[in-house]
Every structure is written in C-alpha cells, then in structure tokens.
C-alpha cells in the first residue's frame, strides 16, 4: 500500500528542510527525569527540532525500562516518539512506537493528555505495512474511541454551555469524519475489486454526510470522488462546488479551510470532474500559499493544457496558444523544483517531461513573458480576459 497523503506530505515537509535533520542538535540532555525529558522531547518537536526531541524522548523511554513510573508514562512516551519519527520520515519506528502505545491503551480509553484516545490507531492505519483490511481494521478501532468519546461529550452537553463543548465537539467531528473518508479511500484502491467495495464505500459517506449539518468540505469532497467512480458527473459536480463553497471566500489560516494536501487533492477530482476553470483557481491559491509545491505547479501545467486543448475551434486560436504557453512555463517550474529539491514522484515527472516534449514541438521557441527569475506569476496563469476574484481569501 502506498503511504497516505499525510504522511506523503510529512515526509516530504521534512525532505525540503533538510531530510532527517539527524545534526548535531542530538546532544544528550543532562537530565535524569523521563518526565522532564518527555517535556524537553515535546518543546524540540514544537520548535521544529525534530532530531533533538528524537533524542530526549529515546533517552526517557531507556529510563523507563528500569523506573517505577513506567506504567504511567510509557504511553505518552511511545506516542511522542511515534510522532517524532512520521515527522523524521521514519515511517517503520513510527509504526513500531504506535504499536507499543496500543500495548498501554488498547482501547483508547485514556485521557488524550496521556497519549490515549483515538490518534495511534488512525496513525496505524495511515502506516499499515499491509494496507487494505488491516488499515481498515485500525481505522476501525480508532473510529469506536471517536463515535464513543464524541457521544459521551454530547451527553454531557446537556448540562453544560454548547460554547464549553462546542470546540471540543467539533474537533472529535472532523476527526471522525476525516477516519471515515480514509476508510472509503482504502476501499476504492487497495480493496476496489471486492465485490462490497461499492457498497461499503455508500455506508460510510452516507455516515460521514451526517456527521455535520452542513457537512464538512472534505466530506463533500470525497462523495464527489465516490460520485465520480460511478460515472455520476453532474452529481459530482454538485458536490465538488458545494465542497468550495464552505470555504472559498475564507482567509488561507482559516479552520474551515481544508489542509493543503486536500486541496491538491480536490484540483484532481475538479479536472477529473471537467471543471478545469475552477481546479484552476484552486491550484494558483495553492501556489501562492507555498511556490515549492512540485505538485501544485505540475497540476497548474497539466490543467491548463487540458483548457487549452479544449479550444478547438479555429477563432479560439489565440486562447489556445495562451493557454499552452502557460501550461509549458507552469510544467518546466514544476520540473526545476522536482530536480531542486529531490522530489520522489515517477510518474508524475515523466508525465510533466511528456506534456513539456509535446508543447516544445507545437508551440517551438515562442515564449510567454515572464519574471526575470524565469518564474511565472501564477495570477497571470490562465488569464483568458474574465475576472479572477474566488478563492484569493480576501
């Protein structure tokens, strides 16, 4: 199984910043506490400084082996290690430590703070070696602590101020619903050609649709994606621009505002979807927020050559070659980042290298004016003549 966006999207975070990190910042920390250590462990990895908080956090669990405290600390210790290692790039510590956290708190019955709860199991289905049922199978655990731990709140809310419960509450509810959308992603890759996949995958987008009222963006999101597996376009459609319209017109930081791999993942379904104009608007908000995303130019240039081929007709001429232009210089910005920062992704360098070849020999050495550092100004991208004011987040 391949890994998960997430942890696609960690790893390759801590790739641009310097792979492992694994410096000299490693230093042994004089202490002899596990509980100070783990408090050292987790300010390192709030700071950035992952190798040294891999450093404390392994110096606390080697204490833990021979103190009276190990079975109240244990736990946070494996989570926080578990932790440490996704964010390292280390997927199979990671998994190994998640695994020992489950040995402490197999039911996910202890306190959050203590590294209980729900996180190690939906960690273990993400990193699941096997993938398939077993992520499934860890998806599932951690979706009985969520569905448990959110009808307890929600008992409780009776005698307490919906504003005490309200953060709380919807947090337990974007994870849950975030759980369930994974889940149905399993079932339409790694497990799409069981004969329930179909079926399994309606059962929990029509669980996840009623987790919030409306529901969540990444929710709609991914019933378009079930919605468009069954050649269900206009649906899709529906779906995908009532996805935008929770958060469209909100400022980047916003919570509303779906994470960026998300996003890169809705620019997919809106092109698979043929709302290439819309993808659009979407990839150049990503490129904005972070002009060292490979896949956020590579899907810029792929979708702007999909609107340019879309100009058939002799009169639209001149769009067409506007819109190739772009595409190229999107594609060739794509293909310097891959090289520049040692991307991984074969597929997708080969496709960007086959559109850049077949753009070279149709459009030839005529360019399309740009910075003085060779970097297109994605505002300019797709500019066809209309107004471009969605999804700026002003």
Not at 132 to 152: F, K, M, P, Q, T
Not at 259 to 285: C, G, H, K, N, Q
Request: overall charge negative; proline content about 3%; charged content about 30%.
């Amino acid at each position: 199984m391949a890994k998960s966006r997430t942890v696609q999207a960690v790893s390759r975070k801590a790739r641009r910043h310097g792979k492992s990190q694994r410096t000299s910042d490693s230093s042994q920390s004089s202490s002899s506490d596990p509980y100070t250590l783990l408090s050292e462990a987790s300010q390192s990895l709030q700071s950035g400084n992952s190798e040294a908080a891999l450093s404390s956090v392994q110096q606390a669990i080697a204490l833990l082996k021979t103190s009276e405290q190990k079975a109240s600390i244990s736990l946070p210790a494996y989570t926080l290690l578990g932790e440490i290692q996704i964010v390292l790039g280390d997927v199979v510590a990671a998994r190994e430590a998640f695994k020992e956290a489950v040995e402490h708190d197999p039911h996910g019955s202890l306190p959050e703070s203590h590294g209980g709860g729900a996180e190690k199991f939906l960690w273990l289905a993400q990193l699941s070696e096997e993938g398939g049922h077993d992520s499934i199978h860890w998806y599932e655990r951690g979706i009985a602590v969520l569905e448990h731990r959110l009808g307890r709140h929600e008992v409780s809310a009776e005698s307490v101020s919906q504003a005490d419960q309200s953060e709380e509450l919807e947090e337990y509810k974007a994870k849950l619903a975030s759980a369930l959308c994974s889940m149905i992603e399993v079932w339409m890759t790694d497990l799409s050609l069981e004969p329930n996949a179909e079926s399994n995958c309606e059962r929990l987008i029509g669980r996840a649709l009623l987790i919030s009222d409306p529901p969540q963006a990444s929710v709609l999101q991914t019933w378009a994606s079930v919605l468009l597996s069954q050649s269900r376009s206009e649906d899709a459609q529906s779906a995908l621009e009532r996805s935008l319209d929770r958060w469209k017109e909100l400022p980047p930081n916003h919570p509303d505002v779906p994470d960026f791999p998300t996003r890169i993942s809705l620019a997919r379904l809106l092109m698979e979807a043929e709302m290439e104009e819309v993808a659009l608007e979407v990839v150049e908000r990503l490129v904005g927020e972070d002009d060292e995303s490979v896949e956020a130019w590579y899907l810029g240039g792929w979708c702007l050559w999909l609107m340019g081929n879309k100009q058939g007709n002799a009169e639209d001429a001149d769009d067409r070659k506007s819109l190739l232009l772009s595409s190229r210089e999107w594609l060739r910005n794509c293909l310097k980042l891959y090289d520049l920062l040692e991307y991984e992704d074969d597929r997708l360098r080969d496709h960007a290298v086959e559109l850049v070849q077949g753009l070279d020999k149709e459009l030839g050495d005529e360019e399309i004016e740009d910075d003085d550092d060779g970097w297109i100004d994605e505002g300019d991208a797709g500019d066809t003549g209309g107004e471009d004011t969605a999804m700026n987040g002003t």
